[in-house]
T-cell receptor, first 112, second 116 residues
């Protein structure tokens, strides 16, 4: 069956360091992969989208990589700040319906 | 733009009662989604509409759940009768057609449902 795996353990890092979150998938041929941020008590907010033929996408302090051979996406936040503390969800869309299926998210805690 | 608007934000109801959740999508978006989020199962797609027509309701857990979209600016998710295991956060979301960029989903703030 199709599966999207994100680390269920919270990632704790020190302010200023680079945070790296992982999204692994099995039995998928995704056309697109997206990353969302979710703050407590709020809905997820779109951050970045990367297509299957793209290796890397950047937006300000954010970088996403997409390796379809490893079936993995890495999400990096450079120069992390306490305000980056949130849960980060990855979402995969296959060709055809393009409707994304979400992973369960990883909590990031940036300590001052 | 006001974004996706959901109501109520919080609802506490007794088992067996009917619950109606409401959603106003972003103007111009012709896809509307209902998701449910729990600690155990994460964010699950319940149903989605395209141009007010239900396309895929395979995620609706059982016949107690129903969703309608009478027009482009309004949708409801109804649970009748409600059960304690329905307690969750219900998100409505909308998006433009996938085009060449996939579906970027715009979520509302959620309706927090507690069934006691």
């Amino acid at each position: 069956s199709q599966k999207i795996e994100q680390n269920s353990e919270a990632l704790n890092i020190q302010e200023g360091k680079t945070a790296t979150l992982t999204c692994n998938y099995t039995n998928y041929s995704p056309a697109y992969l997206q990353w969302y941020r979710q703050d407590p008590g709020r809905g997820p907010v779109f951050l970045l989208l990367i297509r299957e033929n793209e290796k890397e996408k950047r937006k300000e302090r954010l970088k996403v990589t997409f390796d379809t051979t490893l079936k993995q996406s890495l999400f990096h936040i450079t120069a992390s700040q306490p305000a980056d503390s949130a849960t980060y969800l990855c979402a995969l869309s296959s060709g055809g319906s393009y409707i994304p299926t979400f992973g369960r998210g990883t909590s990031l805690i940036v300590h001052p | 733009d006001a974004g996706v608007i959901q109501s109520p934000r919080h609802e506490v109801t007794e088992m067996g009662q009917e619950v109606t959740l409401r959603c106003k999508p972003i103007s111009g978006h012709d896809y509307l989604f209902w998701y449910r989020q729990t600690m155990m199962r994460g964010l699950e797609l319940l149903i989605y509409f395209n141009n007010n027509v239900p396309i895929d309701d395979s995620g609706m857990p059982e016949d107690r759940f129903s969703a309608k979209m009478p027009n482009a600016s309004f949708s409801t998710l109804k649970i009748q009768p409600s059960e304690p295991r329905d307690s969750a956060v219900y998100f409505c979301a909308s998006s433009t057609p996938p085009g060449g960029w996939g579906n970027t989903i715009y979520f509302g703030e959620g309706s927090w449902l507690t069934v006691v």
